[in-house]
């Protein structure tokens, strides 16, 4: 069992930037890629990025891409998306997931999730 704990969430102005992290405990973190999803009121939810094992690979939305970076740290076992030029349509509730891989892979499907964190972006 692995439990992850999302923080940093808030509200900020369009254009700026936010950082939410994502804490994890029970197992070992680095046997585990992580991922980032959201999920706006209304809509399903979706994939913004992973990470592997090693932080080694990293896959972004295209929504998202040259704006956030996801990174890891294995020794605090963490992962954390900086999030910048932020827009309006980023509003959404951000969870982190987790799930068990191969040291390079990149899942699809995530067996860990956590409660999420509120990012709300005004314009």
């Known amino acids: 069992q692995v439990q992850l704990v999302e923080s940093g969430g808030g509200l900020v102005q369009a254009g700026g930037s936010l950082r939410v992290s994502c804490a994890a405990s029970g197992r070992t973190f680095s046997n585990y890629a992580m991922g980032w999803f959201r999920q706006a009121p209304g809509k399903a939810r979706e994939f913004v990025a992973a990470?592997?094992?090693?932080?080694?690979?990293?896959q972004y939305a295209d929504s998202v891409k040259d704006r956030f970076t996801i990174s890891r740290d294995n020794a605090k076992t963490t992962v954390s998306l900086q999030m910048n030029s932020l827009k309006p349509e980023d509003t959404a509730l951000y969870y982190c997931a987790g799930e068990r891989s191969l040291i390079y892979e990149i899942p699809k499907d995530y067996t860990y999730w956590g409660q999420g964190t509120q990012v709300t972006v005004s314009s």
């Open positions: 990470i592997s094992r090693s932080g080694g690979r990293t």
